[in-house]
C-alpha cells in the first residue's frame, strides 16, 4: 500500500487561503483517483474533491468555484488549493488513494477556519 502524509494545514481567517499537500511513499501514476475528503467537528467524513489519471475532477457542491485539486505524478503529490475559506470549512482533512489493490488513507492535517 501506498503511505500517504498531508501537510499544509493550519489557522486561518475567513477569506483567506490555505495549500494542503500529499505526498506520497510511491509512485501514484498509475492509482485511478486521488481525493480529498473532509471531517467536520461531529460530523461524518465527506468527499469534497477528487482527480482521475484523466484529470477529470469532481467537487462536493460546498467547495466547487473555491477548491482546486491537483496531482503531480513526477513528484508523487497530490494537492488542494483552498481559496476564500469559510469557518463551515474547518476540519480535518484526509488525501485519499484509490486504485486496483489501493485503498490508503493519510492521517490528515486539521484546517481551522475563523470568522
Known amino acids: 500500500q501506498v503511505q500517504l502524509v498531508e501537510s499544509g494545514g493550519g489557522l486561518v481567517q475567513a477569506g483567506g487561503s490555505l495549500r494542503l499537500s500529499c505526498a506520497a511513499s510511491?509512485?501514484?501514476?498509475?492509482?485511478?483517483?486521488v481525493a480529498w475528503h473532509r471531517q467536520a467537528p461531529g460530523k461524518p467524513r465527506e468527499m469534497i474533491a477528487t482527480?482521475?489519471?484523466?484529470?477529470?475532477?469532481m467537487y462536493d457542491g460546498s467547495v466547487e468555484g473555491r477548491f482546486a485539486i491537483s496531482r503531480d505524478n513526477a513528484k508523487n503529490m497530490v494537492y488542494l488549493q483552498m481559496d476564500n475559506l469559510k469557518p463551515e470549512d474547518t476540519g480535518v482533512y484526509y488525501c485519499?488513494?484509490?486504485?486496483?489493490?489501493?485503498?490508503?488513507w493519510g492521517q490528515g492535517t486539521q484546517v481551522t477556519v475563523s470568522s
Open positions: 485519499h488513494a484509490l486504485g486496483v489493490g489501493i485503498d490508503s
Open positions: 510511491s509512485s501514484i501514476a498509475g492509482i485511478g483517483v
Open positions: 482527480m482521475s489519471t484523466g484529470s477529470n475532477t
